[in-house]
């Protein structure tokens, strides 16, 4: 298998898929439906639509019911990271290596874009209806899709990160780190991992071993983030760096050096593709991508 090609025609693909759900710009409101698809095409790696086809493909789905979520979930990363950077919250001016959607469109266009972005992903997975004939595995991957990404998933542990760093000086505990880490980031990988076993009709094990192996990379790829805010730069990584270290943050790297938060990397990403080896189907791609969302430098 020659990866990066293989990556390169999923890539692609999510791209495809996606540019078939935006929204026309044509008509009012335009202006909203322009943020919302300069956000979405500024070229993002695609990571969570990628990893639920794959899922979807390992587990023997081979039709198109999986497309609307594939799109929904950029749709709702997406939100985040435009919410994400507004003035009440990173305040940054950069994204994937573009202007961010507030600095392009000012800030009420932003948080409007950013809450369009949450409700058109439900409105975009609704229509996973119209190509099933099997209703309830739609129903069943839109109760993961919600609860991953609201209060007990995504928003959760966003919500614990912004509530500590206003108490400013005191450092986390390894705990609190980890239930931001495994809601914040670990559960829109996990989120994709599961939908797309439960689309392919994958039974309830195996479903979960695929939320299993999404907590793990999950914090992994986290876990990543600490390490590239501190050894990479903004050119490569399309945003800005050493923001943890300005804002006094208690991450991986605060606890454990950049060595220690390395080896960390390694130990959940083997755990991971360990578990994933023990689950019958075609993975080859899926055990090589997870490997590298890990190590990635951008
Ligand atoms: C309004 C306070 C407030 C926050 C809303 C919900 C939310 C914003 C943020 C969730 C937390 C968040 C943004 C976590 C970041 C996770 C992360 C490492 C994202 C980067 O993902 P990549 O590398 O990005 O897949 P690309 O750009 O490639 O899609």
Redesign the pocket.
Known sequence: MNFDEELKKRRDLADAVLERYLPAEDAVPGKLAEAMNYSIRSG?????PILMMESYRMFGGRKTVVEPFMAAIEMI?????V??D?P??DNDEL??GRKTTHAVFGEAIGILA?DALLNYAYETALQAFRQTEDAQLVVEALEILARETGLYG??G???V??ENDKNGTCALSKETLDYIYLH??GA?LEAPLMIGAVLAGAGKDETESMREIGRRIGLA??IQ?DILDVTSTAEEL?KPVGSDTKNDKTTYVTLQGVDGAQRTVRKLTDAAVKLLDSIPGEKEFLREFLIRMAS?S?
């Open positions: 993002g790696k695609r990571i969570r990363h997406t939100h985040s990271l919410h994400d507004l009440a919250v994204r994937r950013g995504m928003l542990g966003q919500s990160d912004v914040k980031t829109l790829f986290q983030d399309g990635r951008n």
